[in-house]
């Protein structure tokens, strides 16, 4: 089982930047996927980032250039470095993992972590 702690939300203005993090509580060396997705009010859960073990990326086509996700195996954490903030990106971040456990993939939600960004 993998806990998931996010942290770094909060209220950032407009153009601006944040970075957020997730740390899980054991090593995400061995976890297949690790994620970002959010969800606004009254819409979807969509993606918006992964990064596999092998450090492969991908990016929701609207992000590209604005958002970078990264991991530091060291830390077990995974984080979420976003630029030029938009009103639309305020939502409820959550960081998500798919570990591959024999024939299974389970997949692991954190809390949430808030994110407003005012014009």
């Known amino acids: 089982q993998v806990q998931l702690v996010e942290s770094g939300g909060g209220l950032a203005q407009a153009g601006g930047s944040l970075r957020l993090s997730c740390t899980a509580s054991?090593?995400?060396?061995?976890?297949?996927?690790m994620a970002w997705h959010r969800q606004a009010p009254g819409s979807q859960r969509e993606l918006v980032a992964t990064?596999?073990?092998?450090?492969?990326?991908t990016y929701a086509d609207s992000l590209k250039g604005r958002f970078t996700i990264s991991r530091d195996n060291a830390k077990n954490t995974v984080y979420l470095q976003m630029h030029s903030l938009k009103p639309e990106d305020s939502a409820v971040y959550y960081c998500n993992a798919l570990v591959r456990e024999g024939s299974r993939l389970l997949s692991y939600w954190g809390q949430g972590t808030q994110v407003t960004v005012s014009s």
């Open positions: 054991r090593t995400i060396a061995s976890i297949n996927v």
């Open positions: 990064i596999t073990a092998a450090d492969t990326t």
